[in-house]
């Protein structure tokens, strides 16, 4: 039995995944990173590295050596910095709106003044600016609800370091080539932070990969259309078996 880690993004938490892991066919595993959720932050400095060791660590504390890697945006970046320093871990690797690029200067500019503006702001300046982009407008309000609370459940300390991580994070271009595993490159066709573009560029980088495009779905496309979703993890799946 295959275990899935599913790594989630930024400002979110383990709850953006409730609807995968009933996925049949494989153990799931969805940590809540520092700061998010129920994860305290961490009291220092934090880089995607250290992200990826939290995760790598809770593996080895269960006892799980391989295992097919998820992540959701900024959890893709943490997805790359485990390929970075445990690629022999990874069974299959499932990329969900995100990209392999580094920030442009102008987008690392604005994390560092986001930064300044939850310091005076908190958390809701980054969700009132985010949550319009996470669903389309055809998202239910109980759906837009349930993803405003989660993001709100961030806690400004993991916020900052988070959006210090993302800006410093490395271009993974050359990682995403030497990724040897099957590989599964997802994005809403509604996604603007993450457009398909990206996702086509990525599968054609990646050494063996399949690449399917959500309908009627923006930047959380596992949360807003799970039943596509989970078809399209379910093959992969069998296929990585
Ligand atoms: C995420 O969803 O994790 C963020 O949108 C990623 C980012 O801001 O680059």
């Known amino acids: 039995m295959h275990h899935v880690v599913w790594i989630h993004g930024f400002p979110l938490s383990s709850r953006v995944y409730r609807k995968q892991l009933g996925i049949a066919g494989a153990e799931h595993v ?48 943490i997805v790359f910095a485990i390929a970075r320093m445990a690629r022999e871990r990874m069974q299959g690797v499932i990329l969900i709106d995100t990209r392999e690029t580094a920030d442009t200067p102008e987008a690392k500019k604005g994390r560092y003044e986001t930064i300044e503006k939850v310091k005076r702001g908190g958390v809701s300046v980054v969700v009132d600016a985010m949550l319009p982009k996470m669903l389309t407008p055809s998202a239910t309000p109980e759906m837009v609800e349930e993803a405003r609370s989660i993001m709100m459940s961030s806690s400004p300390a993991g916020v900052t ?13 050359d990682v995403l080539r030497q990724i040897d595993a099957p590989a599964l490159v997802i994005a809403g066709d509604a996604d603007t932070i993450t ?31 799970p039943q596509q979703f989970n078809d399209a993890v379910a093959a992969f799946l069998r296929r990585v078996r």
């Open 30 to 77: 969805a940590p809540d990173l520092a700061g998010f959720g129920a994860a305290p932050a961490p009291n220092r400095e934090y880089a995607m590295n250290d992200y990826a060791k939290d995760v790598l660590r809770l593996l080895d504390g269960k006892g799980i050596d391989r295992a097919v890697f998820a992540g959701l945006s900024m959890g893709g970046y």
């Open 161 to 173: 370091h988070a959006l210090r991580a993302m800006a410093e994070r490395p271009d993974s271009s």
């Open 195 to 225: 457009p398909p573009s990206d996702a086509e560029r990525m599968a054609r980088s990646l050494r063996d990969a399949a690449q399917v495009t959500i309908r009627g779905a923006a930047h959380l496309s596992n949360f807003e259309q």
